[in-house]
């Protein structure tokens, strides 16, 4: 009997009728098993694990956000910003709505985007953006090469479980789930590093606390 016989051969037996189906453990940590949301401990792990992936990260008190977006920009000698929805001015900044959409190519003309996003997660470092009114369309977040996100302090989960419960009302509306943990990046050629391959290539993640 050759490999490929032998092969097909176990493949009809576990799919004939009466084949032994193997107990599939379940013990492994599920939704609301660690802390809550917002827990102290869990913002400084994501703000570890996000800094671990090459994102700058910043814990930024309500009250200086704007100043913290401006900051951020001045370091990237950017000034021309597109946002997902109307927000308040930003003193020497450019905010254009994406409404109606911008054009991939006029995105990739300005100097970046700030968004918001649905959650992060403590335990990879990631920010999930679910194509909601915080987080934008998928495009608006992936053509410009500099993206600075805000993140709800309230709003980091501990674990994967965790975040995938909190994000199933926006996958039952059908909505389009991007998680991102640090700047596009890819080492697929010659096992070099290039970042801003799929995405922004740099990432800026300001922290607002409560």
Same mark, same amino acid.
């Given at each position: ?16 009728? *009466? *084949? ?29 694990? &996000? ?25 990237? *000698? ?22 109606? $959409? ?16 649905? @959650? ?23 053509? $410009? ?19 995938? &419960? ?16 640090? $700047? ?23 922290? @607002?606390?409560?």
């Amino acid at each position: 009997m050759s490999a490929r016989d032998e092969v097909l051969s176990r493949i009809r037996a576990a799919l004939a009728p *009466g *084949g032994a189906v193997p107990e599939v453990p379940r013990a492994y940590l599920g939704a609301g098993s660690g802390p809550a949301a917002g827990d102290a401990a869990v913002v400084a792990r994501f703000c570890e694990r &996000a800094a671990e992936y090459r994102a700058t990260v910043r814990r930024v008190p309500a009250g200086e956000l704007d100043a913290a977006v401006a900051g951020a920009c001045r370091e990237q *000698g950017a000034r021309r910003l597109a946002v997902p929805a109307r927000r308040d001015p930003i003193p020497g900044l450019e905010l254009l709505v994406d409404d109606p $959409p911008i054009s991939a190519r006029d995105l990739d003309l300005l100097d970046g985007v700030l968004s918001g996003c649905a @959650l992060a997660i403590a335990e990879t470092g990631t920010i999930v953006l679910d194509g909601g009114e915080r987080s934008g369309r998928r495009a608006l977040t992936l053509v $410009p090469d500099f993206h600075i996100c805000l993140v709800e302090a309230a709003e980091v989960h501990a674990s994967v479980p965790d975040a995938i &419960a909190a994000l199933a009302p926006a996958a039952a509306e059908g909505r389009p789930l991007t998680f991102v943990s640090g $700047p596009s990046a890819t080492s697929d050629i010659e096992l070099e590093r290039v970042e801003g391959v799929h995405g922004p290539r740099t990432l800026v993640i300001l922290v @607002l606390e409560a």
